[in-house]
């Protein structure tokens, strides 16, 4: 796939565009500014962003702001943010309006090259791939008096892979479960979160959404 990348550690850009490179895949830009990303995206017209979260020009959230930008000029366009920390508020702007073909990764997990290779396949494909430590950490932190504190821990397993943008039958795959017993975990969980009345897949990300803003 076609792909402009955005990291300002020149090391990291080159490390990951020969990784990349090494998959088939072509990078078609490799900036280290957020302002850059915005014109390579215009020009190559890429099939996927990954792109860091602080850059330069300032080195706070340019790159988080850039993306955010980009999604709302190009809808469509899968995006892979990749960040040094678990910042939740960043990951609840980039889901916040339509979380199909996003995804937040932490940057440790790149040297787990499937890991990796698996998220950013996954956003290109239009899925949502949330770090498992994002998750984790997102669900740890949900208060007594939270919604998710009714979930059950199976449940919240179950919650923890749909929030990696993981389909019914790949969670039963991986909890080694039936389908049939995921769909009711799943069907439970939209139950617990008052979202019974919302139809498609805009329940599973509003799932995300509700512990992720708490």
Known sequence: MRIVLAEDSTLLREGLARLLADEGHEVV????????????????????????????PTNTDDGLRAALELRRRWPELPVLVLSQYVEKRYAAQLLADRAEGI???????????????????????????LDPDVVRQ???????GDPLAR??????????????????????????VSLSAVEKHVNTIFDKLDLAGTTGYSRRVLAILRYLDT
């Open 151 to 176: 979930l059950t821990p199976r449940e919240r397993e179950v919650l923890h892979h749909m929030a990696q943008g993981y389909t019914n039958a790949a969670i039963a795959d991986r909890l080694h």
């Open 103 to 129: 995804g937040y990764v932490l940057k440790d997990r790149v040297a787990q090259v499937e890991d990796f290779l698996d998220a950013l396949d996954r956003v290109a494909a239009g899925a949502t791939a």
């Open 29 to 56: 830009a490799a900036v280290g500014d957020a302002g850059l990303l915005t014109e390579a995206v215009e020009r190559h017209g890429p099939e996927v962003v990954i792109t860091d979260v602080r850059m330069p």
């Open 138 to 144: 997102l669900m740890s932190a949900t208060s007594h």
